[in-house]
């Protein structure tokens, strides 16, 4: 039977309410893997599952030093152990998509790795977290999944890191992937990758990565920024920016400005944009102050590049190859 590997890191997957009628007020993160992989024995038919326990946190609470271990994990475990079909890991669904784009960036292996995650609590009537996971795990063992890189499965529908993002606050079908849409979907007659590309690049996959990460902010574009929160974040020393631009990415003439005039050095900056889909193309008076297009990477998947071209030291140009094969994944 396939082994996986089934990191459990919280979110609503491992929620809890007072009541099963509760579908907003509840805690998560409470329930173990060991709890989220009893409830559904159907799993036992699939794979020979080891449960390991990274984090047990509301998403919004992952910290870096989480998706270090992650990383960490994965590695050793593919680099170790021939026999693991592949690896699914447990998340709450508001960060997700950054984890899923981290792992997609770091890992280099063919063995699907899967996120999941539910956007009802697990005591909830109708909970959508056991047939996500059992998807998953599907997923995981499938071959058709093999080299297809990191990989997220709700509702049935298989995405993309690169591409997808949770576009709604309530409901099952949560996640979308903009643009190109999902790469496939799975059910009880198996799974299917009709759309899923035939070749990837992994820009990181040598990366070590270490206790103490760089600093990268986002900032929001809206009518009449006050230029002044740009230049408080760029004096408390932050070594990447992201600009959620308006429209196709747009900076207003107040804050370019306000980077032309800045006399201390300049963060590591990319522009992305605010409409949720669509690509961000470089302009030249952005690029003179240091700026360059994040492409179709939304804001946080930005900041998620940026923190690795940080780590690695890149420059300007270095980022500016890696942003051209970020595009080419999935
Ligand atoms: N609050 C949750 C989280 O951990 C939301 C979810 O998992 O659906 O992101």
């Known amino acids: 039977m396939d082994r996986v590997l089934l990191l459990a890191t ?34 036992q038919d699939l794979a020979q599952i080891n449960v390991e326990q990274i984090a047990n946190v509301d998403s919004a609470d992952l910290l870096f030093r989480h998706w270090r271990r992650l990383v960490w994990r994965i590695r050793e475990a593919f680099a170790a152990d021939s026999e693991w079909a592949g690896v699914v890991i447990t998340h709450g669904t508001n ?11 770091l890992i280099d292996d063919p063995r699907p790795v ?27 063992v499938s071959p058709e999944a093999r080299g297809q890189g990191v990989l997220v499965v709700m509702d049935g ?14 409901g099952v079908g949560a996640f979308s992937s903009p643009g190109s849409g999902p790469l496939g979907w799975v059910d009880d007659t198996g799974v299917h990758l009709p759309m899923a590309p035939p070749v990837r690049t992994v820009p990181f996959s040598a990366l070590a990565l270490p206790e103490q ?17 740009l230049k408080a974040l760029l004096a408390t020393g932050v070594q990447g920016l992201v600009f959620t631009g308006t429209g196709a990415g747009q900076l207003s003439a107040g804050e370019r400005s306000a980077l032309q005039a ?30 360059l297009p994040a492409g179709s990477l939304n804001p946080q998947k930005a900041r998620v590049l940026l923190l690795l071209a940080l780590i ?7 980022l500016s190859a890696r942003l051209r094969e970020a595009a080419e994944l999935s």
């Open 95 to 105: 960060t997700l998509e950054e984890t899923a784009w981290l792992l997609q960036l």
């Open 213 to 229: 990460w760089p600093q990268v902010a986002i900032l929001f574009g809206c009518v009449e920024p006050d230029a002044r929160s």
């Open 157 to 170: 529908q298989i995405h993309g890191a690169r591409a997808v993002t949770k576009v709604a606050t309530q």
């Open 10 to 43: 919280g979110g609503t997957i491992a929620g809890q309410a007072d009541d099963s009628a509760t579908l907003n007020d509840y805690t998560a993160g409470v329930l173990g893997g060991e709890d989220l992989l009893a409830a559904v024995p159907q799993l």
């Open 114 to 140: 899967v996120l999941v995650g539910a956007m009802r609590p697990a005591t909830a009537l109708s909970a959508d977290g056991p047939l996500n996971l059992f998807q998953a795990v599907q997923l995981a």
């Open 312 to 318: 690695a030291g890149l420059d300007r140009g270095g």
């Open 262 to 291: 800045w006399p201390g050095p300049r963060p590591l900056m990319l522009r992305a944009n605010r409409c949720g889909s669509g690509p961000v193309h470089g302009v030249h008076d952005d690029e003179r102050v240091g700026l």
